[in-house]
Nanobody
Framework: QVQVVESGGGLVQAGGSLRLSCVASGRTFTTYGMGWYRQAPGKEREFVARIMWNGVGTYYADSVKDRFTISRDNAKNMVYLQMSSLKPEDTAIYYC?????????WGQGTQVTVSS
C-alpha cells in the first residue's frame, strides 16, 4: 500500500508563488510516475503536471506551462510543484498522484486559493 500526502497549499495573491510538496511512502518510490491534478469547485479533476520515475520526462497542461514546474527528489520520496504567476483560475484543491504497478494512488489534497 502506498500513502500519498500533500502539503503547502494556502492563500496567495494573484501573481504570487507557492510550492506544493508531496511525500509518498513505499520502497519502490523511484519506480513511480508522479503527478499533480487539481479540482476547482463545480469542475472535474484535471491534469496539471507529471514527472517520470527518473525525473527526466516532464509534462504539463497547457494552462500551466511556463508557470508551474514539477520536480522530484527520489532520495526523500518527495515530489514538488513550484507554482508562479498564479491566477485566480488556479484556485482548486491540488492532488498528488503516484502511479506504479498498474495502480494509481491519491492523496487527500491541499487547497490553493488565489485572490485577485
Amino acid at each position: 500500500q502506498v500513502q500519498v500526502v500533500e502539503s503547502g497549499g494556502g492563500l496567495v495573491q494573484a501573481g504570487g508563488s507557492l510550492r506544493l510538496s508531496c511525500v509518498a511512502s513505499g520502497r519502490t518510490f523511484t519506480t513511480y510516475g508522479m503527478g499533480w491534478y487539481r479540482q476547482a469547485p463545480g469542475k472535474e479533476r484535471e491534469f496539471v503536471a507529471r514527472i517520470m520515475w527518473n525525473g527526466v520526462g516532464t509534462y504539463y497542461a497547457d494552462s500551466v506551462k511556463d508557470r508551474f514546474t514539477i520536480s522530484r527528489d527520489n532520495a526523500k520520496n518527495m515530489v514538488y510543484l513550484q507554482m508562479s504567476s498564479l491566477k485566480p483560475e488556479d484556485t482548486a484543491i491540488y492532488y498528488c498522484n503516484a502511479q506504479g504497478g498498474g495502480t494509481a494512488y491519491w492523496g487527500q489534497g491541499t487547497q490553493v486559493t488565489v485572490s485577485s
